[in-house]
């Protein structure tokens, strides 16, 4: 088992960058492939992006690619979302995700087990 915890959310202006991290606790960080969701005001929670086990494979929806950059540093048990450009419509709850997978390179983009509490990102103009 995983327990995941968010910092960094807050406020910015549009245009601009902030970068989120979700700290894990336990020893098997290595074992999870991580994830980022949101969720904005009277919408539906929706995939972010995601980072494989080794690091080696990202996945990002479409109307984050280019913009947003998932990383993870194992010795720190930390997964980040780097978000830059920052448009009005990312103002959201962001959610960090965990899954044990076998596969080391694969990203899933739902059914992850694992769930922080969320921080909020919210983009003024």
């Known amino acids: 088992q995983v327990q995941l915890v968010e910092s960094g959310g807050g406020l910015v202006q549009a245009g601009e960058s902030l970068r989120v991290s979700c700290a894990a606790s336990?020893?098997?960080?290595?074992?999870?492939?991580l994830g980022w969701f949101r969720q904005a005001p009277g919408k539906e929670r929706e995939f972010v992006g995601g980072i494989s086990r080794s690091g080696d494979s990202t996945k990002y929806a479409d109307s984050v690619k280019g913009r947003f950059t998932i990383s993870r540093d194992n010795a720190k048990n930390t997964v980040y979302l780097q978000m830059n450009s920052l448009k009005l419509e990312d103002t959201a709850v962001y959610y960090c995700?965990?899954?044990?997978?076998?596969?080391?390179?694969?990203?899933?983009?739902?059914?992850?087990?694992?769930w922080g509490q969320g921080t909020q990102v919210t983009v003024s103009s």
């Open positions: 336990g020893r098997t960080f290595r074992q999870y492939a």
């Open positions: 995700t965990a899954d044990a997978l076998l596969n080391p390179d694969y990203v899933p983009s739902s059914g992850y087990k694992y």
